[in-house]
């Protein structure tokens, strides 16, 4: 799962987002660029509300990335 920062967020609203999922016992990498945030999510994400996090603070888009079987 990805989860992209709107280029308006502020550390608070990043921190909130990372706490949220490391709580859940989520590994997650952060990749910082020059106009977005980017979000990795490491596990098994179908346990999580994606309707949750896309209503958080500085959240623009949350993409489920769904296993090939």
């Known amino acids: 799962m990805l989860i992209i920062m709107k280029k308006t ?3 608070s609203a990043l ?3 990372k706490a949220y999922l ?3 016992n989520f590994d997650i990498h952060q990749s910082t660029g020059v106009n977005r945030i980017i979000i ?3 596990g098994d994400t179908d346990t ?3 309707g949750k996090l896309e209503t958080m ?3 623009l888009q949350v ?3 769904s296993r090939e079987e």
């Open 63 to 65: 993409v489920r990335i």
């Open 48 to 50: 999580l509300d994606i």
């Open 9 to 11: 967020a502020d550390e």
């Open 22 to 24: 490391i709580n859940r």
């Open 40 to 42: 990795g999510v490491i």
């Open 15 to 17: 921190d909130q987002v």
């Open 57 to 59: 603070p500085g959240v």
